[in-house]
């Protein structure tokens, strides 16, 4: 995805995954120690695998809890996603993705008792920046946090006076440029192949899929897109993308594909711009009708 108008490149891991930043023009080492701060004060604050983060902390014992301003974005795109997914999409799944064994050890076994994901409004409620809870939490930002860190990392690069880049998280992508980049659709069944392009300008693209943070056995596969009311996998749709004008926007609606009808699919769209395509168990394929990919026929 390196392109001409972007010869510089840096690769490093991030919150437990592979990062890949590309620009225009070089980086001081002090602006890359600004971005790699960034990245550690983010992580200290929404990992649920690290004992010193916050999120940690709420998981100990119910109370108030101060975040920091960026919480707001995030949190308010959470609700929205919440709503329209009938409250599929939550950031209040962690303790069902640790008890299928997705959990801080990645025992990737799971326990005999699989929590159930409460309601929001049950357990949390949110003064602002300020989080209270009736009892210990598991928060999980997974489906939306690391485009979020992604925007958040672009806001730094701009800063900078960088003008064209790519952040690459792991596949999700944010692009700033005049140029198109071309994106690679990975095959949900066959990583080895692509099921299709799209162009990038300006614009970010996310994807979620079953394939990907899988484990269990042959006779019960599981993986970390949870319908929290049941505690199980969804299995009816195996992979979705979704382009917008954000990484969180773009993130988190590729996770909420695998949850809404179409009344759902269509509040996507309007409510965030979002283009989507997502692809169902049995192989066949929906698109928006805004999606501009090339899909292999």
């Not at 005999?112 to 920046?129: E, K, L, N, Q």
């Not at 929906?286 to 999606?291: K, L, Q």
Request: hydrophobic letters at 40%; one cysteine or more.
């Amino acid at each position: 995805m390196r392109s001409a108008s972007r010869l510089h490149s840096m690769s490093f891991e991030a919150i437990g995954t592979h990062w890949q930043i590309d620009t225009d023009t070089a980086l001081t080492a002090a602006q890359w120690r600004q971005i790699h701060c960034r990245i550690e004060d983010f992580d200290r604050t929404y990992s649920r695998f690290r004992a010193d983060s916050l999120v940690s902390k709420i998981a100990d014992a119910p109370g108030t809890f101060e975040f920091g301003g960026d919480c707001l974005p995030l949190i308010g795109f959470y609700r929205r996603l919440y709503e329209i997914t009938g409250g599929a999409v939550t950031p209040l799944v962690g303790a069902t993705l640790e008890d299928l064994g997705y959990d801080a050890d990645y025992r990737l076994t799971p326990r005999p008792a699989i929590r159930s994901t409460p309601a929001w409004d049950a357990v949390m409620t949110w003064d602002g920046t300020t989080l209270h809870t009736t009892a210990p939490i598991v928060l999980d930002v997974g489906a939306a946090g690391k485009g979020y860190l992604i925007d958040i990392l672009g806001e730094q690069l701009a800063s900078f006076g960088v003008r064209s880049f790519v952040v690459d998280g792991s596949g999700d992508l944010l692009h700033r440029g005049p140029d198109v980049l071309r994106v690679g659709l990975e095959h949900p069944a066959d990583p080895s192949k692509v099921i299709g392009v799209v162009p990038l300008t300006n614009s970010a693209l996310a994807a979620s899929a079953a394939n990907r943070r899988a484990w269990g056995t042959t006779d019960r596969v599981l993986h970390h897109i949870v319908e929290p009311t049941s505690g199980e996998p969804v299995s009816q749709i195996v992979a979705g993308w979704a382009v917008a004008g954000s990484a969180m926007i773009a993130d988190g609606v590729a996770t909420a594909l695998f949850f809404v009808d179409d009344a759902g699919l269509a509040e996507l769209g309007d409510a965030f711009g979002a283009s989507w395509l997502r692809v169902s168990g049995n192989g066949s394929a929906r698109w928006s009708a805004t999606f501009e990919g090339e899909l292999n026929r």
